[in-house]
């Protein structure tokens, strides 16, 4: 039996009033994201239409997932609460702190040596307040999400940006920061802007080289990182109901790097096979009773130009094979024209490691896939050029690849196996040489690849394929390989093809596991003490962020002009730092280490104009701070793309930053900037960013009449005395100004006001 199955049938039983009453305002046939939103609806059932990139809506999710990283802030912020239970189910999942070095037995063991202070914090507050725990171990969120949680027509948020995988399943799966995820866990609304919705229509089939994974690449390539900025994708069409559940899964998965909301499909067979395989036979049935419900109106699909902001349609048929990168993950280049472009652009040729799994890519099928290149190698008598590792989703996917031969099919040709866990996908890979920052060149079938990601080096050159492409490349050790259509010479001399793969979309003997290492909480938490030491240097109880004291900000000092690209990555950096993801002045020391100063082109060297001399960001940021002085961040266009970690909000509220000013945000961080009661802005006009000096100090003409749809005008005082006005927009809505003026949208919270 599913978890939380009578929640699922009630979800179901609303749905199908609640959307024909949707359908009758709305005045026209539904898309399946507006069925599954307006089903949502935090009133309930649906009294009006709402505009799309327009309206504020309040929602009530289903359930909320946190992965170990950000479950810790997330979970020390609902100690302020008040609460004693969530008030939704809610997990957490121990998947992000596990570094890959050696192999999956060793190095879970030193994980859980490492990191068993936070491991202990997670299940003793998961135990007092009636949250499921999975253990380290137990497999990355996403895949476990999806193999327990997720279902169709249900919605979900979720302390991680990849949280979008269970729209695989047919859910509007949402990333979020730990303070959204606070509000629900509190029994409190949720508010989304309502998305636009670009449609993408798959006709033809998937077939040889081809994999659900070159969907999203070239979808990658066609909007660009920021191409689904405020918008759901929904797939429909003969190709997406043709394609396994977990195929759906993978595509769903890295939407998360054109910047979309999440994406989702309809409803099918394959989902249907999925839930039934995976011991939720339950579910699938209460779904088919609703079926008609969990898809778009047929209206919709067939006429898709009337009913949807933007429609694409890929042939799969026609689909090539693509590697995606190097060091962004829309640069989408066709394997047949690889070879140009690594010669054009000096690639190195070389593919030193290639990696499979990870959330995006660790199903049975993918797994399948691979391995039925890897019996290959021999077979041919081939010798695998590159290094090669496995990073299972789940210990079930594990348990089973294992059952069925597989691993011992990856281990003849010298993989490794490393553990059940995010891994290299995050930066947790301990790669041997990285430290010399040789260039290089990797291929995986993870979803980011921005520089330092995946090992820190900012010479590696990242290319993001299949499983199935990551396997033949890293056979053949180039990057110009084409398999397709090119030959490898095996140890008698002769040219041979790689055949295409093949491999079951599900286990012929079905899943299977011994310990999937899921904790239930206990039903009364009440007597669970959860102690934080006061020495500790992973986890610190938190402190209320002072509220507003109603005066314009004034004085305030430029602390960097961001160059260029600033991800989450760039403003608080995973990898080693995520051992301080529960401590906040500890994590706080990685604040902007990673972007580009526009004045100097370095990274983590700005000017304290306090002293005149150059220091690394944090520092100068604690000085100002020290000294009383408020500071404002600078930055380019889709300011925090990436990750959905608070931290890269909390971080510069923490260390006295008081706004961030930049030409676009991704959705998420500005997000998260509000929520901590920071000032997330826009310029109004774009080239005000180059008017923007390194000495200035910045005066907030008009903050004291801060109000929705109203600019904020600030001052920049150069230093030669003469000014700059330049005009700010935001998006503040009256409630999230409430959260600025109190300090933080949890101070609000707290005082019972929210």
């Known amino acids: 039996m599913a978890f939380d199955i009578e929640m699922i049938k009630k979800v179901y039983e609303n749905m199908p009033g609640r959307v024909d009453k949707a359908r009758e305002i709305v005045g026209r046939p539904l898309t399946l994201t507006e069925k599954i939103l307006y089903n949502h609806l935090w009133d309930g059932t649906p009294s009006k239409a709402f ?35 969530v008030a939704v189910p809610t997990t957490v999942h121990c998947d992000h702190l596990i570094q890959a070095k050696v192999d999956a037995v060793t190095d879970l063991a030193r994980a859980k ?54 729209g695989g399943l047919g859910m509007v799966a949402i990333g979020v920061g730990g303070a959204d995820a606070v509000d629900v866990m509190s029994g409190m609304a949720w508010e989304l802007k309502f998305p636009k919705l670009i449609g993408v229509k798959l006709t033809g089939k998937l077939s040889g080289w081809t994999a659900p994974k070159d969907v999203i690449l070239k979808v990658a390539g066609i909007l660009t990182v920021k191409g689904g900025t405020g918008a759901i994708v929904e797939y429909f069409g003969e190709g997406a109901t043709s394609m396994s559940c977990t195929g759906k899964g993978t595509i769903c998965n890295m939407g998360a790097e054109i910047g979309a909301t999440t994406s989702t499909f309809g409803y099918d067979d394959s989902m249907s096979r999925y839930l039934r395989s995976t011991n939720r036979a339950d579910v699938a049935d209460a779904a088919d009773k609703v079926a008609s419900y969990l898809t778009g109106d047929p209206e919709v699909y067939a006429n898709p130009e009337k009913y949807f902001d933007q429609v694409i349609e890929i042939n799969l048929t ?70 090669f590792t496995i990073t299972p989703g789940s210990e079930v ?49 993870f979803n980011r690849n921005f520089s330092k990601r995946a090992d820190g080096n900012p010479n590696t050159l990242a290319f993001v394929g299949s499983p199935e492409l990551v396997t033949a490349m890293a056979i053949a050790g180039d990057l110009s390989f084409n398999p397709l259509t090119d030959t490898l010479i095996n140890e008698d001399g002769e040219e041979v093809m790689l055949d295409a793969p093949t491999g079951d979309e599900l286990p012929p003997k079905g899943f299977d596991v011994k310990d999937p290492g899921f904790q239930l909480p206990a039903e009364d938490g009440s007597g669970v003490q959860v102690v934080v030491s006061p020495t500790s240097e992973r986890l610190q109880l938190l402190a209320p962020f ?11 000092k430029l602390l960097i002009k961001a160059f ?19 401590h906040l002045d500890n994590i706080s020391n990685n604040m902007l280490i990673g972007a580009v100063n526009a004045f100097n082109q370095k990274t983590n060297s700005v000017k304290n104009q306090l002293t005149g001399t150059y220091d690394a960001v944090p520092a ?30 909390m971080e510069p509220r923490f260390l006295g930053v008081k706004a961030v000013l930049v030409k676009s945000f991704a959705r998420i961080h500005e997000t998260n900037l509000k929520k901590q009661g920071l000032l997330g802005l826009t310029f109004a006009n774009d080239a005000d960013y180059d008017k923007i000096q390194e000495d200035d100090t910045i005066n907030f003409v008009d903050l004291v009449d801060f109000a929705p749809g109203k600019p904020l005008t600030l001052e920049f005082v150069h230093a030669d005395g003469t000014k700059d006005i330049i005009l700010a927009n935001h998006t503040y809505n009256a409630g999230q100004i409430g959260w600025f003026v109190a300090g933080s949208a949890l101070n609000l919270i707290a005082a019972g006001k929210a």
């Not at 359930?63 to 950000?70: I, K, M």
């Not at 979720?158 to 995988?165: E, I, L, P, Q, R």
């Open 397 to 445: 996917v594990r348990y089973t690849i294992e059952r069925d031969g597989f691993i011992d099919t990856f281990h003849k040709i010298g993989a490794t196996v490393f553990a059940n866990a995010c891994g290299p996908c995050i930066g947790m890979w301990d790669r041997e040489g990285a430290e010399k920052e040789e260039r290089n060149t990797i291929v995986h079938s």
């Open 620 to 649: 100068v940021a604690r000085a100002y701070k020290a000294a009383g002085v408020p500071s404002i961040v600078v930055g380019d266009h889709n300011y925090g793309e990436g990750s959905s970690r608070e931290h890269a909000a």
């Open 564 to 582: 260029g690209k600033c991800t989450t990555d760039h403003i608080s950096m995973a990898g080693p730092w995520l051992r301080f993801r529960g």
């Open 318 to 387: 026609e689909l090539e094979p693509h590697l995606n990168g190097p060091f962004t993950p829309d640069l989408a280049t066709p394997i047949s024209k690889m070879k140009e472009a690594a010669i054009k652009n000096n690639w190195p040729l070389q593919i030193q490691v290639g990696l499979i799994g990870s959330c995006t890519n660790s199903s049975y099928e993918d797994i399948a896939r691979a391995a039925s290149l890897a019996r290959q190698v021999s077979a041919k008598k081939l010798k695998t050029k590159s290094q």
């Open 113 to 166: 040596t490492q990191s068993n202070e936070v491991f202990d914090f997670l299940s003793s507050v998961s135990n007092k307040y009636g949250i499921g725990f999975w253990k380290p171990g137990a497999g990355i969120i996403h895949q476990v999400v999806l193999e327990n949680y997720a279902f169709p027509g249900g919605m979900m948020i979720g302390t991680d940006s990849h949280t979008v995988n269970a």
């Open 51 to 85: 505009g799309r990139g327009v309206d504020y809506v309040d929602f009530a999710p289903d359930r909320v997932a946190c992965q170990d990283a950000t479950a810790q802030m997330a979970l020390l912020q609902f100690m302020h609460a008040g609460k004693s239970k």
């Open 546 to 556: 002072d509220a507003w004291d109603g005066k314009n900000i004034t004085g305030a």
